[in-house]
């Protein structure tokens, strides 16, 4: 996310966020990853700019540019881990 702050919030549940993300900061990412439905829903809390980078295109950088996702996939890893210890724990 380029500008703004988006609210993360399971489906049909805002009363209950889940995650407060910030300039700099990314979501969805899972859609990167798996077919599943979304397990949750994104909320503008302000005017925003993003980035988007669709499945097709993520794929395609995976095949071609070995270096740079290999960065990408560990950046998600590493973030997935710190949501996975904020739940759990």
Request: glycine fraction near 10%; aromatic fraction near 8%; hydrophobic fraction near 45%.
């Amino acid at each position: 996310m380029r500008t703004g702050r988006v609210l993360i919030c399971r489906q049909g549940r805002p009363e209950n966020p889940i995650a407060e993300i910030g300039a700099g900061g990314f979501f969805g990412e899972l859609a990167l990853l798996d077919t599943a439905p979304r397990s949750a829903q994104a909320r503008a809390l302000d005017p925003c700019k993003l980035a988007a980078f669709f499945g097709s295109d993520f794929l395609s950088l995976l095949e071609t540019e070995t270096k740079l996702s290999n960065r990408i996939l560990f950046q998600f890893a590493r973030h997935l881990g710190r949501r996975l210890r904020g739940t759990v724990l």
